[in-house]
């Protein structure tokens, strides 16, 4: 899956989604740190990747629409802010997208689930 790493997940979140398999492209290293969240969505768009972000913003469907996108996966921690938390939902993240596509969703990565918005066409 080529992935787009949104700043906030750092450098060991990289490396565990990297391990994975996955073509990853982080804003830092594309020169997009600060950008606003509308450039790091073109940027996915154009680049046909699925972006993953700790920012819930991205979660706002009527801005950012997941059916024109690669996906989007918001990273919920559920608490405190730890590296453990960013792990376990990130490993938690990559187990359910071996076995189904993200593309065109957005899935919120919650504390022993993910949700997975529904299509806008059938609501």
């Known amino acids: 899956m080529k992935i787009k790493v949104d700043e906030n997940i750092g450098g060991t979140g990289v490396a565990l989604l990297r391990d994975g398999g996955h073509d990853d492209a982080t804003v830092h290293d594309q020169e997009l740190s600060g950008a606003t969240d509308d450039q790091v969505f073109d940027a996915c768009l154009s680049e046909n990747r699925t972006l993953i972000a700790l920012d819930r ?9 997941p059916k024109r996108s690669a996906g989007i996966v918001v990273v919920e921690l ?28 957005l899935w919120i990565v919650e ?4 949700r997975v918005h529904p299509d806008e066409d059938t609501e």
């Open 57 to 65: 913003d991205f979660g706002h469907v009527p801005r950012f629409s």
């Open 78 to 105: 559920g608490g405190p802010a730890s590296q453990q938390a960013l792990h376990s939902r990130l490993r938690q993240f990559l187990k359910v997208a071996t076995s189904r596509p993200v593309h065109g969703e």
């Open 111 to 114: 504390p022993g689930r993910i």
